[in-house]
């Protein structure tokens, strides 16, 4: 058979093999029988084996015939798979984009270049190619590390094995979000209702639970496609848009949204929405949005990151939907910090293809101010991921009004509303007094420890720490390392629903938390308005747990050292730090403290590189400035390795002072800290 023969013959091979894998996968349907479809399947691995380089990426043999991986490894993103801040309506689209303007120091009749693409319901995944090869494809996981995939993202058709053309970098990380369209989920629920199984709820959830199964060939057997809209890891530029990036990854064999657009202005962003919201229905896919980004790639640089997001991007959000149905009861739940929320209890209703039996009440105030009790007939909302929420009552029953109560329902203890110490106003929300003494706050507390931005211990849940708490054996972080040393009178591989493997999966996870980052052990201990936001900005400030650990239990007066120090880093405020002080000032919260530090080591913060002139240094802006905003400037200071301050001490290295300079510029000129034109900064961090 000549070259051109066998690409002819493998092309109409690829394409038999391809419908008969579907109609047996998908359909439940075999056309072929079971020696008809294996002498199609030898016939094609001998043409490829004698022309290798004719085996293109859709190949059946590329995909299909893969040994189970096990259990997912981790891989770490070299560049973090962040979220996306939300708009939900027309006016916050328009603060987006003027606020961009502001970050830039810009005109507001500047014009700034926008994209926008529907913004899909699916499972976001990173691929990465080196050669232009794919070597590897990981869940986001937590932003920093997500779940090994690699075997079964090599078997969706819309992921190329080996890209096309020519241009692309020889590292390439590509970024997109697994989906399975309508008639493909349609056809996977009725397959399953044939088979007597369950049905899947929604296309969502049936693709994430496809693209994570253990085993690659059932991955394979599931309708999963890809659209590719980002990047992470680059050794070279693609492009300076971002609507040309996107073009490059179509040309290097991605597929792309189509409904992508580019725009010059708030209105007709907007507009875009609007054209997507009404043939929403017909596009085939799910979205829940529609994502805006800033067009011009070294603007994106400039405008940069708050912790979790990019400034450049934003998603807007479609309105929530509603349903009308009956609140059952009214729970009260208490959380990690001891906060009393009020739970609807629901007879159960579909609202945007979600079952929900629970929506939120907020507080004993929005009670009050909606009317509800239990056996009224109310409306309730869902938008995205948000819990659902009660809005009206649309039939009273009469009932009398619920009875919100005034100690904690797990524990006994008194529940009260904090008072601001300066302002004197009364917080809404209303707070068990009784710390990790309440076993409520005790397990939520446990149950934050262990989450995938604290500890991340795999094997350790919910129900885990529930089961382990009721039992007597975790009552404390520091609890859950001594388990395995303790394990001998446990037996926890007898327990119901474990084994020897478990046992053994759960104490190597365990252990291998046992060398933690400063961040993530503060995130974990769960103090009060401390997220991972703050937590970050903590950790880089002090660096090591020593020094953050001796300055916090310091604290004295509102006017002390300390106390003076923290509350001048930049983006902590009165409540951050109060927090703070207040958390470490219980002598129950240093023990818990202590204990666990004597199971775990804390790995300092990383130090900001050297090769910055300022890495490491304190810095002030005061005045106004002029060729950046004030924002941007702080930003680009963060970026370099700096701390920067709100406030002029013996500590400042360095004053930038803009005209108007007043105060500031005063204390740092007596204090003999090295005072900068922002021309003069500008020079020295170049």
Known sequence: MTEVEAKQRLKLLYMEIRAADDQYYNADAPVLSDAEYDALRQEMLALEAEFPHLVTANSPSQSVGVKPSGKFGKITHAVPMLSLDNAFTDDDVTDFVARVKRFLNLPDDTVIEFTSEPKIDGLSAALRYENGVLVSGATRGDGQVGEDVTANLRTLETVPKTLKGTGWPDVLEVRGEVYIDHLDFETMNQAQQAAGKDVYKNPRNAAAGSLRQIDPSITAKRPLKLFAYAWGELSAPISETQFGAIERLAEWGFSTN?????????A?????????????????YDIDGVVYKVNDLELQERLGFVSRAPRWAIAHKFPAEKAITLLKDIE????????????AKLDPITVGGVVVSNATLHNEDEINRLGVKPGDRVEIQRAGDVIPQVLRIVEDSGNAPFDFPTHCPVCGAEARNDVDEKTGRIDVVKRCTNGVRCPAQATESLIHFVSRRAFDI?????????????????????????????????????????????????????????????????YGLGIRHIGQGNANLLARHYLSWDKFFDAVISIGEADSFAWTELMSIDGVGPGQAGSVRDYFADPANRQLVQNLLAQVNVIDAEAPSGDSPVAGKTVVFTGKLEKFSRDEAKAKAQSLGAKVSGSVSGKTDYLIAGPGAGSKLKKAESLGVKVLSEDEWLAFID
């Open 332 to 343: 009260i739940q208490v959380g990690r910090t001891g906060a009393l929320t009020p739970v």
């Open 258 to 266: 189509p409904e992508t657009r580019l725009h010059s202005n708030a």
């Open 268 to 284: 007709d962003i907007i507009q875009h929405y609007t054209e997507i919201s009404e043939k929403r229905a017909n596009l085939g």
């Open 458 to 522: 795999d094997g350790m849940g919910t129900k885990q720490i529930e089961g382990f708490y009721d039992k007597g054996l975790v009552l404390e972080p520091a609890d859950i390392f001594t388990l395995e040393s303790r394990n001998e009178s446990i037996g926890l591989e007898r327990w119901e629903g474990w084994g020897e493997t478990s046992a053994r999966n759960l104490f190597d996870a365990i252990n291998a938390r046992r060398n933690i980052e400063f961040h993530r052990f503060l």
